[in-house]
C-alpha cells in the first residue's frame, strides 16, 4: 500500500535519470561539464591553487547537503568553484610529486561512455561484450608480458592486485605443504627489499600470516634486490623450519625507481619452488617501451604480474589487473553464489576471477586508448619520460646547488638542496620545509621520502609533455625557496 500523499507519476526529468525522456539533459549536463573542465584546463598555470585546508574546510562545510535541490546547472557551477578551482591538475609540468599521470583523450571520451552506460563486469548478463573486452586484453596483457597461456582479471588498483596475488600465493602454498591453517600459516614467510610497495606488509596482514612474515631481503645499495642476498634468505629460513611462500620482486620502486633483477630471482625461485610475483605497477609501461623493454627481462618467468594501467600507460584512475602465467591459480579464490554464478551457467563468469563483486569495466578506457593510439605510441610516451628523467638526473648532478641521490631506471629523480655553506642538519630539515611552501604557494608540487635514513626531495615525472626547461622552472623554486628559509631562519653558515 502506498504512503497517502505519495506521488507516483513522476517522470524520469523529475528523478533527473538517464533515460530516453532525458537525452537532451544528458548533452546539455555534459556539455557543460566538459565546458568547465575545458576551461580550467586551458587556464590554470600552476597545479594548485595555493588555498589552505582551514580555507578549504571552510568551503565544503559551507555546502548544505540537506538543503532542497538547486538543480543540475547550479550544482556544476558549485563543483565548479568548489572542486574544480582547488583541483590538483596533473596535466601540469610543474606537477612532479607523485605517480599522478595527465590521462589519454580516449580514455577521457570513454570514461564518460562507461559512467553512463554503468556497467558491472562481475557477471556476463551485466555486461555481455565488455566481458569479453576485458578478457581479450587481459589475454593481451599476458602476451606483452610473455606468458604463454596467462590470464587474470582488472582491479582497482595496485595495492588490491597485489593482495589478490599474495592471496593466491598464499593458497597455492597451503596446497603444496599441506597442513592445516593454524598450523602452516605462521610458518609462511614473504620474501621482498624494503623499497617494495607497503601493500605487501598490509597484505601479510590482511592475509592472517605472522608479524614477522615479511622478510626483508638485502638490496645491492641502490635499492634493487640481491639475488645473491635471496638465495641466502630461502636457505635460512628452510633451515630455521619456516616456509617460503612468496617472493616480491619490484618492477619499479616507488621511491627510487629502481628495477629488481627479475631474470636472476627468477633462477632462485625455480631453484627453491616458490612463488614469484612481479610487482610492475610503476614499470608496466616496459611492456610496450620500444627503447627500453629489456629492464623487466625475466618478468614472463613470474607466477603473478601486478600492472597498473593508471600509471605508465597514462590512464584515469582505476585501471589496475593482476595477470597470472596459469590460469588454474586463479580458481583458488573463487566463491559460489547462485544468483551470481549458478552451476548450470556456461557463460564467462568474472566474478570467479575476482575479489570485487560490482566492477567497474574500466578495461574499455585501456581498449579505446590502444585502438586510439596504439602500443607502440604510449611505449614512446613512457620512453620520452625516461630519457627525460635521465637528463635531468644529469642536470642536477652538475648543479652545485644540488645534490643528486641515486640514479633511477624509470622516471623519478631524488636530490636535495644544499644552499652554500649549510650544514648537512640544515640540508635536511630543509627538504620538509621547501616542500611545503611550494605546495603552499600552488606553484609546484613535489614529493618528500627518506632515503638511506636522511629525507630527500623526489621528482616524479610522468608526463610526457614536460620538458627540461619546465624541470629547470622547478628546480629553480626549490633552490630559491631554500635561499629564502634559509635567510627568514637566520640559519648558522657552517665554514
Same mark, same amino acid.
Given at each position: ?5 505519495l506521488s ?6 523529475d528523478?533527473?535519470?538517464l533515460?530516453?525522456?532525458? %537525452? ?5 549536463? #555534459? ?32 555546502v548544505?547537503l540537506?538543503?532542497?535541490? @538547486?538543480g ?17 591538475w ?13 590521462v589519454?583523450?580516449?580514455?577521457v571520451a ?6 553512463? @552506460?554503468?556497467?558491472? %563486469?562481475?557477471?556476463?548478463?551485466? !555486461? ?8 581479450? #586484453?587481459?589475454?593481451?596483457?599476458? $602476451?606483452?608480458? *610473455? ?8 582491479? !582497482? *588498483? ?5 593482495l589478490?596475488?599474495l #592471496? ?11 597442513? !592445516? ?9 614473504i620474501?621482498?627489499?624494503a ?25 645491492d645499495?641502490?635499492?634493487r ?9 630461502l636457505?635460512?629460513?628452510r ?8 617472493v616480491?620482486a ?14 636472476a ?12 610475483? %612481479? ?15 629489456g629492464?623487466?627481462? *625475466?618478468i614472463?618467468r613470474?607466477?603473478s ?12 584512475v582505476?585501471s ?11 580458481a583458488a579464490?573463487a566463491?559460489?553464489?547462485?544468483y ?6 556456461e557463460?564467462p ?5 575476482s575479489? $570485487? ?11 579505446t586508448?590502444?585502438r ?6 604510449? *611505449? ?18 652538475a648543479d652545485?646547488e644540488?645534490?643528486?641521490?641515486g ?28 616542500r611545503?611552501?611550494?605546495?603552499? !604557494?600552488g606553484r ?12 630527500c ?10 620538458s ?9 623554486l @626549490?633552490?630559491?625557496a ?6 627568514? $631562519?637566520?640559519?648558522? %653558515?657552517?665554514?
Amino acid at each position: 500500500m502506498l504512503t497517502p500523499g505519495l506521488s507516483t507519476d513522476w517522470g524520469a526529468e523529475d528523478m533527473h535519470l538517464l533515460t530516453r525522456s532525458t %537525452v537532451t539533459d544528458y548533452t546539455e549536463h #555534459l556539455d557543460r561539464a566538459t565546458g568547465l573542465v575545458a576551461s580550467r584546463v586551458a587556464s590554470v598555470r600552476q597545479p594548485f591553487s595555493g588555498a589552505s585546508r582551514a580555507e578549504l574546510q571552510r568551503l565544503v562545510d559551507a555546502v548544505d547537503l540537506e538543503s532542497a535541490g @538547486v538543480g543540475t546547472a547550479e550544482a556544476l557551477r558549485e563543483v565548479d568553484g568548489l572542486f574544480l578551482e582547488h583541483a590538483v591538475w596533473f596535466h601540469e609540468p610543474s606537477y612532479a610529486a607523485h605517480l599522478n599521470c595527465p590521462v589519454a583523450l580516449p580514455a577521457v571520451a570513454a570514461e564518460a561512455i562507461l559512467a553512463a @552506460v554503468n556497467p558491472s %563486469v562481475d557477471t556476463y548478463d551485466q !555486461s555481455t561484450v565488455g566481458t569479453l573486452m576485458e578478457r581479450r #586484453l587481459v589475454e593481451w596483457t599476458s $602476451q606483452r608480458i *610473455g606468458f604463454a597461456a596467462g590470464d587474470g582479471v582488472f582491479t !582497482s *588498483g595496485g595495492t588490491q592486485s597485489n593482495l589478490h596475488a599474495l #592471496l593466491l600465493a598464499r593458497e597455492w602454498a597451503l596446497a603444496e605443504h599441506g597442513g !592445516s591453517r593454524a598450523e602452516v600459516l605462521p610458518r609462511f614467510n614473504i620474501l621482498a627489499t624494503a623499497s617494495s610497495h607497503f601493500s605487501v606488509e598490509k597484505s601479510a596482514l590482511i592475509l592472517g600470516l605472522g608479524d614477522d612474515a615479511v622478510v626483508d631481503v638485502p638490496d645491492d645499495g641502490e635499492g634493487r634486490m640481491d639475488a645473491a642476498a635471496l638465495a641466502a634468505s630461502l636457505a635460512a629460513i628452510r633451515a630455521a623450519g619456516r616456509i617460503p611462500m612468496a617472493v616480491v620482486a619490484t618492477a619499479g620502486t616507488t621511491d627510487r625507481g629502481v628495477i629488481d633483477p627479475v631474470d636472476a630471482i627468477a633462477e632462485q625461485c625455480e631453484a627453491h619452488g616458490v612463488w614469484l610475483h %612481479v610487482d610492475a605497477a610503476y614499470g608496466c609501461g616496459l611492456l610496450v617501451s620500444p627503447r627500453h623493454r629489456g629492464l623487466i627481462r *625475466g618478468i614472463e618467468r613470474a607466477r603473478s604480474v601486478t600492472v597498473d594501467f593508471h600509471k605508465s600507460f597514462f590512464q584515469p584512475v582505476s585501471s589496475s589487473a593482476i595477470v597470472v602465467r596459469k590460469p588454474r591459480d586463479l580458481a583458488a579464490a573463487a566463491w559460489h553464489a547462485d544468483y551470481l554464478n549458478p552451476v548450470e551457467n556456461e557463460e564467462p563468469n568474472q566474478v570467479d576471477k575476482s575479489l $570485487q563483486t560490482t566492477r567497474r569495466f574500466d578495461a574499455l578506457k585501456l581498449w579505446t586508448t590502444l585502438r586510439a593510439i596504439g602500443a607502440d605510441g604510449l *611505449g614512446e610516451m613512457f620512453d620520452t619520460i625516461i630519457e627525460l628523467a635521465v637528463q635531468v638526473g644529469d642536470e642536477i648532478d652538475a648543479d652545485p646547488e644540488l645534490e643528486l641521490v641515486g640514479r633511477s631506471q624509470l622516471s623519478t629523480v631524488l636530490f636535495r638542496v644544499r644552499p652554500a655553506g649549510v650544514d648537512v642538519a640544515t640540508q635536511d630539515a630543509l627538504v620538509a620545509q621547501v616542500r611545503r611552501v611550494l605546495f603552499e !604557494s600552488g606553484r609546484a608540487l613535489v614529493a618528500k621520502t627518506v632515503i638511506d635514513g636522511r629525507p630527500c626531495l623526489k621528482l616524479t615525472l610522468l608526463n610526457p609533455t614536460t620538458s627540461a626547461g619546465d624541470i629547470r622552472r622547478v628546480l629553480e623554486l @626549490v633552490k630559491d625557496a631554500a635561499a629564502a628559509l634559509v635567510e627568514l $631562519q637566520d640559519v648558522e %653558515v657552517v665554514a
